[in-house]
């Protein structure tokens, strides 16, 4: 019964993967919500419903995939395990609204998954070593995906909600500002997952703009950001030497005598902008680097 698969309790998601031989696999960073009201509260902050479509990545054993199809959204979940994937498709059978998609959401085509709907909402639990290069590659590549809900490490969330002067502040912080705006909107003990993890997790949630938040073109300003935030607390005119010149400082507003996480997304238009008024360019790498390549994101 569906009541019975989204309650599933501690003992009884052990019982279900020792009865298919498995076991939580440390490389796909496994950690499964085991503790039935934090799957209702997490598909509660979703605010989801019928007519709307849902990607869940890392579905796991399935609870959080069955209390999104209580909500009557359509739901297609993602799993990398070969293992689990056999597990999943007979835990949401009973709803016809879940399609299991088996892959690597690091790699996956993504033209097929989301071709159901022009409009979607990310709902998961991502495993931790994987969640800020997804998020950054989400925001970056699938602007069919206006809203996330992310369940992450507790400093990852920090860091994608973090503003200019905060302790969490990063490149990563700058990307996600461009893209869209983020807030932390609810804390997860250690205690609701198997196994549990040493850490606290937290709940962020995403939502893309209608457009970027400044004018500068993404990937010249990503170029230059990366390089900016390489050498940590390194002043600018340093870091940035042979890509951004004094005069490009000064006719942007900016500091050279600044640090990278002490920049605001709107300092860092200006300097690409700037730069690129003046005919200047990142080098081939860096540009490519800037569209790409998010794992230092």
């Known amino acids: 019964r569906l009541d019975h698969l989204v309650s599933r309790t501690r003992s009884q998601s052990a019982e279900l993967l020792a009865r298919h ?3 939580p696999r440390r490389m796909f960073g496994q950690n499964f919500v085991v503790e ?17 479509h849902v990607l869940e990545i890392g579905a796991g054993l399935g609870a959080l995939t069955m209390a999104l199809a209580e909500t009557g959204a359509d739901v297609a979940a993602v799993e990398i395990d070969d293992g689990l994937v056999a597990v999943l498709r007979e ?22 998954p989301l071709a159901a709907a022009p409009s979607w909402t990310v709902v998961a639990n991502l495993p931790y070593n994987v969640a800020t290069p997804l998020v950054a590659d989400i925001l970056d590549e699938l602007p069919k995906v206006r809203r996330l809900l992310v369940m992450v490490q507790k400093e990852v969330a920090q860091r994608f909600a973090a503003k200019p002067g905060d302790e969490a502040f990063g490149a990563v912080s700058v990307k996600v500002d461009y893209w869209a705006t983020a807030r932390i909107v609810g804390e997860v003990s250690p205690a609701v997952f198997l196994p549990r993890p040493r850490v606290a997790s937290s709940l962020v949630e995403i939502i893309r703009r209608d457009k970027p938040a400044v004018d500068a073109p993404f990937a010249p300003m990503f170029a ?3 390089q900016g935030f390489a050498p ?3 002043m600018l005119r340093r870091a940035l030497d042979g890509v951004v010149t004094a005069e490009d ?31 200047g360019a990142a080098s081939d790498e860096h540009r490519k680097n800037g569209s790409k390549e998010n794992e230092s994101l």
Do not use: C, M, Y
């Open 21 to 23: 031989g498995r076991a």
């Open 36 to 52: 039935p009201e934090t799957v209702r509260r997490i598909a509660l902050l979703a605010r989801v419903g019928r007519g709307d």
């Open 91 to 112: 835990n949401v059978a009973p709803h016809h609204d879940v399609r299991v998609v088996h892959g690597d959401a690091v790699r996956l085509d993504w033209d097929a």
């Open 224 to 226: 230059i950001l990366r």
């Open 232 to 234: 940590r607390r390194k």
């Open 249 to 279: 400082f000064t006719s942007a507003g900016v500091n050279p005598e600044s640090r990278a996480e002490q920049l605001t997304l709107a300092e860092w238009s200006r300097l690409t902008l700037a730069q690129q008024d003046r005919g």
